[in-house]
């Protein structure tokens, strides 16, 4: 069973353009962080949360946690080509031990 | 901080043979690893969880006799797959937590190993 549902799956803009992605689930979670990975490299983590209505910025990238922590979503304002990549969000449940990931949300920002 | 580091970053092998990839912690200890396998453009698919000092907890579907953990320190963990074959072929990513003064769920990935069985 698929814990984090990440959309859209796919997602191809224009640079300058802005952009949102959704991680949600029907799970409460203790933290959620977001990564970014590109081709032939790991993940890289950009942000975690942890507090229910949280608000993170990162320059460009805004990231909110959902007032029951269940949800999670990440704004890019004015998406460059450099922002392309694939996005994962991953959850960790309160005594899990271990992240959930999200489906990923591959990003082509064109120039 | 928190960097990790696997290696190789890519092999080549023969079907039947087995292969040996390190993940490493090199600025901090790491009691947990994970390690994870990834097809492309597809998300993280979690593989086992890596215990300094016990055994290995491995997900489901996933053959522990087949793919050998080993969590020997609190700075290396080593996936061995053995008697690869070509459907072994993939990405595979290892990753630590750092609970120095940090969250403590966060994960931090090493670079990740290439894997070809031909």
């Known amino acids: 069973t698929q814990l984090l549902e990440q959309s859209p799956q796919f997602l191809s803009i224009q640079e300058g353009e802005n952009l949102t992605v959704y991680c949600n689930s029907s799970?409460?979670?203790?933290?959620l962080q977001w990564y970014r990975q590109e081709p032939g490299e790991g993940p890289v983590l950009l942000v975690t949360?942890?507090?229910?209505?949280e608000v993170k910025k990162l320059k460009r990238l805004t990231f909110q946690f959902g007032d029951a922590r269940k949800d999670s979503s990440l704004h890019i304002t004015a998406a460059q080509p450099g922002d392309t990549g694939l996005y994962l969000c991953?959850?960790?449940?309160?005594?899990?031990?271990?992240?959930?990931f999200g489906d990923g949300t591959t990003l082509t920002v064109k120039p | 901080g928190a960097v990790v580091s696997q290696h190789p970053s890519w092999v080549i092998c023969k079907s039947g043979t087995s292969v040996k990839i390190e993940c490493r912690s090199l600025?901090?200890?790491?009691?947990?690893m994970f390690w994870y396998r990834q097809f492309p453009k597809q998300s993280l698919m979690l593989m086992a969880t890596?215990?300094?000092?016990?055994?290995?907890?491995?997900e489901q579907g996933v053959e522990k006799d087949k793919f050998l953990i080993n969590h020997a320190s609190l700075t290396l963990s080593t996936l061995t797959v053995t008697s690869a074959h070509p459907e072994d072929s993939s990405f595979y990513i290892c990753?630590?937590?750092?609970?120095?003064?940090?969250?403590?769920?966060?994960?931090?990935f090493g670079p990740g190993t290439r894997l070809t069985v031909l």
């Open positions: 949360v942890v507090t229910g209505g």
């Open positions: 890596s215990n300094e000092g016990s055994k290995a907890t491995y």
């Open positions: 991953a959850g960790v449940e309160t005594n899990a031990g271990k992240s959930t």
């Open positions: 990753s630590a937590r750092d609970l120095r003064g940090r969250q403590g769920d966060e994960q931090f």
């Open positions: 799970s409460v979670f203790s933290s």
């Open positions: 600025d901090f200890q790491a009691t947990t």
